[in-house]
């Protein structure tokens, strides 16, 4: 059975972009699990997600109970700016950490990860990390009267260790985003392969069409031109029936 020009092109071209569209790049998928990779390789050194979130919560309680304690009992000559200063970027900071602590999903986890490379928190966690590392050299340097020194320990390491990952958030941050840019490119890179070869298809397609149309105009019209046989009615004993 052979199609009218209309209908042939129509089903070879719609045949042509099911076959290829279909297996286009999808950069929404292929971004969000660049992202997510990012926000494991950020947060991988500290432990799983639920790991995260557990001591993304500790951390944020623990800057609401310092920042606290120092409106309360400022250090000695330290001024109200300084205190205020400490105080605002410990609440930037507690904040980004109750959005990770409270994520349900790992979208969300990942969201909330990135959150804290937005400008303000950026810029707050490494001051606040040199106030933890500087609080950290205090308790060893005076620990309070009657500590066991595998408390002191464990405490001027918990406050190392957070102050460091804080002073480390531009750096991570710097990592992640250049991590997303090159996932970015690969996948613009993937999009221009796809729409070359989705233009290479539709090209060959209207050349098979063509082809088909001139074949199918050739066939009709030799059938056309084709000699009528009329064959003769039996014979038989020179008669004709």
């Known amino acids: 059975m052979i199609f009218g020009p209309r209908i042939s092109k129509a089903l070879l071209l719609g045949w042509v972009c099911f076959l290829i569209c279909g297996c286009g790049p999808n950069r929404s998928a292929a971004l969000g699990e660049a992202a997510r990779q990012q926000a494991s390789l950020a947060t991988g050194a500290i432990g799983t997600e639920d790991q995260v979130r557990g001591q993304a919560r500790d951390g944020a309680r623990m800057l609401k109970e310092l920042s606290a ?75 309070p009267a009657n500590a066991p020194p595998q408390e002191v320990q464990q405490v001027s390491g918990y406050f190392d260790t957070f102050g460091e990952r804080m002073i480390n958030v531009p750096t991570e941050c710097d990592r992640a985003q250049a991590g997303m840019a090159e996932a970015d490119a690969k996948e613009q890179e993937a999009e221009a392969k796809h729409q070359a070869n989705v233009n290479a298809a539709i090209n060959a397609a209207e050349l098979i069409f063509a082809g088909a149309v001139v074949y199918g105009t050739a066939v009709s019209a030799a059938q056309a031109s084709r000699p009528i046989i009329v064959q003769s009615p039996p014979v038989q004993n020179n008669y004709y029936y």
Do not use: W, Y
């Open 69 to 143: 304690q120092l409106v309360r009992n400022p250090p000695k000559g330290a001024s109200p700016q300084v205190v205020g200063g400490f105080t605002s970027d410990a609440a930037e900071i507690s904040a980004g950490l109750d959005a990770i602590a409270e994520s349900k999903t790992d979208d969300q986890f990942t969201a909330s990860v990135f959150n804290m490379c937005d400008a303000q928190r950026r810029d707050a966690a490494p001051r606040v990390g040199h106030v933890l590392v500087g609080i950290a050299t205090m308790i060893r340097a005076k620990p």
